[in-house]
């Protein structure tokens, strides 16, 4: 259940952000959105909530039909009509790759009424909580990039004096459009705040989604840009755990229950099972310590949405290198920096697989340039690497199919260890069993397959 937490405040939309509407965005009439939506047909409804509900229709463009996605507002809400206008003034004037377009808007007698870009993935927590629709770790991580992105945008980058509170960070109103891309939506509630300013708040009627809400902003009214990444972070550790912000198994909230657990280093418990033996550990670890920073009880312990935004960007980064995607014949693949205390190892390596018999399952020779250590290589230089005689030459075995092949990939582990990740391959690319050699300086080899 969605619960919305408000308090009496008169919002009124703000001047500074008032533009000509009518050149930013289109003014349809009624009659326009009754017969792109078949009169609001029930089975064109894709989404409803305490303002109204939202249709898919198709709208003429020039001369092409175009779908949209329609947003009637409920004419008995009460606070329907300033949220209205605030998202019309908001989205009219701001425009970001990662903030929902809105095309226009219709204000005809009582009805009134927003429409959007359709988006073809619906939400970020359609994808979650429903069946059936699992992401993998890496979509999640460009989604919430991608979001934070457009927070960030909203915070520091709207050419407003004092940037933009959205006030309702949740991943429902985390939109993703046929690539998967995120989009953040619904901008109601949002508000124009202080920024590097004497005051650094707003006073507000507090305004809300309970279980992604400030405790701070709740108590005090006092609304400010760390209140959004307060609900950012409660949207991370959803994407993590794969639990709702508010989940009735739990004796607390998603955050506070989440948080206790990345503190005692027990992040393993938590995470959504559809992810488990998916993640990089360095990616885990980059993105649990972001989110968890994100719901700090005290707003100035939060990070800004752009140190989330290369937090993110990092854990992505670390997340791709540890993704296999395995080619024919020599592989070149640039591996991760790691750091260490006395320096740092550069991976960059040639991985040369060698094409089997005809029906041959016997494995491969892989051979694997070992680095050297390095304390500080020039920018966009490899560093010198020589092999290492013990693990140079090394046989893995595996099944390859036939008139396939195995690929492989090597990687660094803890700084010590040297594993390879070998998948055989079919004519087609198709993929069989994973399975992963290790080699350590006592030159120990073990197997696992996964």
Not at 36 to 46: G, P, Q, V, Y
Request: aromatic letters at 8%.
């Amino acid at each position: 259940m969605n619960l919305t937490a408000t308090t009496k405040d008169k919002e009124t939309p703000s001047a500074s952000l008032v533009p000509d509407v009518e050149q930013s965005c289109r003014c349809f009439s009624f009659a326009e959105l009754i017969s792109a939506t078949n009169n609001f047909e029930e089975k064109l409804c894709i989404g409803r909530g305490g303002f109204g509900r939202v249709y898919k229709g198709m709208i003429l463009d020039g001369t092409t039909n175009r779908t949209y996605a329609i947003k009637r507002l409920n004419s008995l809400s009460d606070q329907g009509a300033p949220e209205f206008w605030v998202e019309v003034e908001m989205l009219s004037r701001l425009r970001h790759c990662n903030l929902v377009c809105l095309i226009g808007y219709c204000n005809d007698g009582k009805e009134m009424a927003l429409v959007y870009e359709y988006m073809h993935n619906g939400t970020l927590s359609d994808h979650l909580h429903k069946k059936g629709t699992p992401l993998t770790w890496s979509q999640r991580l460009k989604i919430c990039l991608g979001a934070a992105r457009g927070l960030d945008y909203l915070h520091t980058g709207t050419g407003t004096k004092h940037g933009v509170t959205h006030r309702d960070v949740k991943t429902s109103n985390i939109l993703l459009d046929q690539n998967f891309a995120a989009k953040i939506a619904d901008f109601g509630l949002a508000k124009i705040g202080p920024i590097n300013q004497a005051l650094t708040y707003i006073s507000t009627g507090v305004k809300g989604t309970f279980g992604y809400m400030d405790p701070s902003y709740f108590y005090t009214g006092r609304l400010t840009r760390k209140s959004d990444v307060y609900a950012f972070g409660v949207v991370l550790l959803e994407v993590l755990c794969g639990r709702p912000a508010l989940d009735e198994s739990l004796d607390e909230g998603l955050a506070v229950w989440a948080q206790d657990r990345i503190k005692q280093g027990k992040v393993s418990q938590i995470i959504d099972p559809n992810l488990k033996d998916h993640i990089s550990r360095s990616s885990l670890k980059e993105f649990s310590r972001i989110a968890a920073r994100c719901v700090l009880s005290h707003p100035n312990q939060r990070p800004t949405m752009s140190e989330v935004v290369g937090c993110l960007d990092l854990a992505l980064s670390i997340q791709k290198r540890k993704d296999f995607s395995p080619q024919r014949g020599i592989i070149t693949r640039k591996l991760w920096s790691i750091i260490s205390r006395k320096g740092y190892f550069e991976f960059n390596s040639r991985v040369a697989t060698l094409t089997p018999e005809s029906k041959g399952t016997n494995g491969e020779i892989v051979s694997i340039p070992v680095p050297t250590l390095v304390t500080d290589p020039p920018e966009g230089q490899d560093a010198n690497y020589d092999p290492l005689p013990a693990i140079h030459g090394f046989q893995i075995f595996g099944d390859a199919f036939p008139g396939g092949e195995l690929s492989a990939a090597g990687y660094c582990i803890n700084g010590t260890y040297l594993g390879v990740d070998a998948v055989p391959l079919d004519e087609n690319g198709r993929m069989g069993n994973l399975f992963t050699c290790f080699a350590n300086k006592g030159l120990l080899i073990t197997r696992r397959s996964q």
